[in-house]
């Protein structure tokens, strides 16, 4: 387990974290996603060990990770932009990482190699952003650490590659309990794979919470009412997030279950109703738009 306890980190006079907590327990994918400048690769810096808090702590199986090699050996970063050794082949950081990760597998790495078509001779120089960012995952998979921390690993991957990291992830899950930390701008490729979302926002945590019950529990709502008392009485029964209208067409994005919202709407005469599920993209753009972080007053 990864506990992350109200930590804060600043450059300069900029707060990057700032008082963030969050348990990320085992044998789960963790998807960690935020606004430009949230504090997502930093926050996942300091769980690997790279950068030290400023204040707070975060333990890696109850021991704190800054400078503990038995903690660090329990995780492999895969950063944003991948650093290989001037002049090295693949062969050459095989061989570094099977060094430092006693339990590192050589042959799935050779196997992995080959069904992605990389040239373990080749120098890393010449590779393509996809084709190191490939060969990072392969590096993390292989190494056979507790936790593997991502981030924007789907950045750069073709949509058969990225398929098959998935895969690969939730394969490593199922067979030895893999944790991995996946931070990215990319909400539609988190959907599909994590069970746990932690929401950053100017550096803070908005929530963490699981991916279902993110999603049973907040929801849009169509409606056209048949009269005006009837929408005060349901707008004044219901924990409204955002409201909208077009023309006699409300829109409300409501927190609470399917059937609790069902059941409200029963009670006051509608023409028409109906009650959506959100994408996790909408969850994102309808949180932070509560603190602030509006389109419209980006763009107006």
Known sequence: MIEILNVSKKFDTTLAVNNVSATIDEANVFGMVGTNGAGKSTLIRMIAGVLKPDAGQ???????????????????YISD?????????????????????????????????DKLGLNSKRTIATFSKGMKKQLSVILGICSNTKYLLCDETFDGLDPVVRQAVKKLFIGELESRKMTPIIASHNLRELEDVCDHVGLL????????????????????????????EDRKTFEESEDIVTSDSR??????????????????????????????????????ITETEVVGYDIKNIIE
């Open 81 to 113: 932009e991948q650093f290989f050794f001037p002049g090295a082949s693949v062969e050459d950081m095989r061989k570094f990482y099977a060094d430092i990760y006693e339990d590192f597998d050589n042959d799935r790495f050779n196997m992995l190699l």
């Open 201 to 228: 926002h100017k550096g803070g945590i908005l929530f963490s919470k699981d991916m279902d019950d993110m999603k049973l529990n907040i929801h849009r709502i169509q409606c056209v009412f048949s009269s005006d």
């Open 58 to 76: 975060i333990l890696i199986d109850g021991e704190d990770v800054y400078e503990n090699e038995n903690a660090k050996k329990k995780m492999f």
């Open 247 to 284: 023309g006699s067409m409300y829109m409300y994005t409501v927190r609470g279950s399917e059937d609790e919202l069902i059941e409200s709407i029963a009670k006051v005469n509608t023409i028409f109703a109906e009650v959506l599920p959100l994408s996790l993209e909408e969850i994102f």
